[in-house]
């Protein structure tokens, strides 16, 4: 199978040239045309952890919850 490729290969010269340089071409237009994101998402990253707690208020719960260990 590889050597029937390669034989067509050297036969089509010009078949393979100009296949490799509509490749390029496409390739070049892609990267041009690639949305690139200019302006970062730096917004903080939140977790809702949803439990029950109910030896404490709301209030306390949320203390109680929020400190590091």
């Known amino acids: 199978m590889l050597n029937a490729i390669i034989r067509f290969s050297i036969r089509n010269k010009l078949i393979i040239g100009l296949l490799t340089l509509i490749w390029i ?4 237009w892609s990267a041009l045309h690639i949305p ?10 939140q977790v809702q952890i949803i439990t029950s707690f109910s030896r ?3 209030s306390r719960s949320g203390t109680v919850c929020n400190l590091p260990y």
């Open 36 to 45: 690139i994101d200019a302006n970062p998402d730096i917004t903080n990253n």
């Open 56 to 58: 404490f208020g709301d």
């Open 25 to 28: 071409i496409w390739g070049l």
